[in-house]
C-alpha cells in the first residue's frame, strides 16, 4: 500500500517536534537562510544542508566552521574559506537549485571510521503497520553519506550495531527505534491521513543517542 506521498521535509519536520518524545531526537532544523547557516555554525561547528524536497542524498552538503575556517563537503570534495562571505558565494554555485533546510551536524558512530546511519521502513496493510526492514547503511570510504544509491553499504542493524556501538547496547538501540518509530506513526498519520508506507533515518551519535534525520513517504 504506497498511500499519500509527502515530499517536503520541512512539513513531516514541523509535525513531529509537536510531540515532546520526539523533539529530543530531532537534530536543531530550520529553513535555509544565509543569517541561519552563520548562527547554527557558530553554534554547533557542523551543519548538513539539503534540499527540502529530494532523496538519495542528492544536493546535500556538509558545512563546518572549525577555528576560525568555513568549509563545506560535496561528495568527496571540500573547499574552505576565511570568510564566511567566500564560503557562502561559493556554497551557492553548488547548491541545486531549489529550497533547502538547514540540519545541525551530528557526530555519528562509524565503523572504521565509516559513518553508519539506519533505515526503518514501515507499511500499511489490512492488519495495521508493519516492520519491512531495519538496516544499516556504511558510508563509502571517504563519503560522509550513507546512501546506498552513493555507494553505500547495507548491514543488517544487528552487525551495524554490533560493530559501531558498546556490545551491551544494541539490543536497547534496536527496541528504542522501534518504540520512536511508532510514536512517530501515530503522530505522522493524525497529521497527513492516508499515508501508507514510511522509512526512517535514524542516526546515533557517538554517545549512543538516537536522532531522526528524516521521514520519507516513498523509501527506496
Not at 37 to 58: D, N, Q, S, T
Not at 85 to 98: H, Y
Not at 148 to 160: D, P
Not at 195 to 220: A, K, S
Request: proline share 4%; hydrophobic share 35%.
Amino acid at each position: 500500500m504506497a498511500g499519500r506521498q509527502l515530499a517536503n521535509k520541512w512539513l513531516k519536520t514541523e509535525a513531529l517536534l509537536t510531540d515532546k518524545r520526539v523533539h529530543r531526537h530531532i537534530p536543531q532544523t530550520s529553513k535555509y537562510s544565509a543569517a541561519d547557516l552563520k548562527r547554527m555554525l557558530r553554534r554547533y561547528g557542523m551543519v548538513v544542508i539539503k534540499p527540502i524536497r529530494g532523496g538519495g542524498g542528492f544536493g546535500v552538503i556538509k558545512v563546518e566552521y572549525i577555528n576560525g575556517v568555513y568549509s563545506f563537503t560535496h561528495m568527496k570534495e571540500t573547499r574552505s574559506y576565511r570568510s564566511f562571505g567566500a564560503m557562502l558565494e561559493s556554497l551557492n554555485r553548488i547548491k541545486v537549485r531549489r529550497p533547502y533546510l538547514i540540519q545541525q551536524g551530528i557526530q555519528l558512530a562509524t565503523i572504521a571510521g565509516r559513518p553508519i546511519d539506519y533505515r526503518v521502513k514501515v507499511a500499511k496493510s489490512t492488519k495495521g503497520w508493519e516492520y519491512r526492514a531495519m538496516v544499516g547503511r556504511l558510508a563509502r570510504p571517504g563519503l560522509f553519506v550513507t546512501n546506498l544509491c552513493k555507494g553505500g553499504t547495507q548491514l543488517s542493524a544487528k552487525e551495524a550495531l554490533a560493530r559501531s556501538m558498546p556490545r551491551s547496547s544494541g539490543h536497547k538501540q534496536r527496541h528504542k527505534m522501534r518504540e520512536l518509530t511508532n510514536t512517530c506513526i501515530t503522530i505522522l498519520e493524525r497529521r497527513f491521513p492516508g499515508i501508507g508506507m514510511l522509512g526512517f533515518d535514524y542516526g546515533i551519535d557517538t554517545r549512543g543517542h538516537i536522532w531522526i534525520f528524516e521521514v520519507n513517504t516513498r523509501p527506496q
